[in-house]
Antibody, heavy 119, light 108 residues
Framework: EVQLVESGGGLVKPGGSLRLSCAASGFTFSSYSMNWVRQAPGKGLEWVSSISSSSSYIYYADSVKGRFTISRDNAKNSLYLQMNSLRAEDTAVYYC????????????WGQGTLVTVSS | SYVLTQPPSVSVAPGQTARITCGGNNIGSKSVHWYQQKPGQAPVLVVYDDSDRPSGIPERFSGSNSGNTATLTISRVEAGDEADYYCQVWDSSSDRGVFGGGTKLTVL
């Protein structure tokens, strides 16, 4: 069974940093691209970042480029999101999602971890 | 950047058919995916590549895509279908994932 479990969320002050993790199991992690998608309270889904299976290709939404860094450790079956210079508008539930196919759909999602940026 | 436009809400009586649209410039040339999200839960893929269904998704869920509009159709709507629905594409010109704003389906 495919499982994605996020952790690392919490309350952080504006300008602070946080590192999210996503532990994957039930599939060959090293064969799949992975993504982070976020959802602000009461709002819709927003794609954040993507990383290819070997970390060769990395993409970011304009809203986080230069502040967030996506990475992965295939030996540990883990995905990460380092978030720096956090802003109030980064407050959201952050989901990790497995990407599949040339059309790049998200076939499995974690349960999400809440990041709150507030003084 | 590529923009997907969905109606904020759609209402339908049980047993009727719900149609949720997703508009985008020449979206018919892209593969569109649809997700269902119930309150407090993670999104679930219900239709991918315009019209395919993942295993476990009822045949009542179907999709189409042509021109500037993609459509998710839910036949014989049930109370349990009440949820937010999002369309999604990958914009290869900018290498960005793109979601529509979401549509809240209300079962009357």
């Amino acid at each position: 069974e495919v499982q994605l479990v996020e952790s690392g969320g919490g309350l952080v002050k504006p300008g602070g940093s946080l590192r999210l993790s996503c532990a994957a199991s039930g599939f060959t992690f090293s064969s799949y691209s992975m993504n982070w998608v976020r959802q602000a309270p009461g709002k819709g889904l927003e794609w954040v970042s993507s990383i290819s299976s070997s970390s060769s290709y990395i993409y970011y939404a304009d809203s986080v480029k230069g502040r967030f860094t996506i990475s992965r450790d295939n030996a540990k079956n883990s995905l990460y999101l380092q978030m720096n210079s956090l802003r109030a508008e980064d407050t959201a539930v952050y989901y990790c999602a497995r990407e599949r196919g040339a059309a790049r759909l998200f076939d499995y999602w974690g349960q999400g971890t809440l990041v709150t940026v507030s003084s | 950047s590529y923009v997907l436009t969905q109606p904020p809400s759609v209402s339908v009586a049980p047993g009727q058919t719900a149609r949720i649209t997703c508009g985008g410039n020449n979206i018919g040339s892209k593969s569109v995916h649809w997700y269902q999200q119930k309150p407090g839960q993670a999104p679930v893929l219900v239709v991918y590549d315009d019209s395919d269904r993942p295993s476990g998704i009822p045949e009542r869920f179907s999709g189409s895509n042509s021109g500037n509009t993609a459509t998710l159709t839910i036949s014989r709507v049930e109370a349990g279908d009440e949820a937010d629905y999002y369309c999604q594409v990958w914009d290869s010109s900018s290498d960005r994932g793109v979601f529509g704003g979401g549509t809240k389906l209300t079962v009357l």
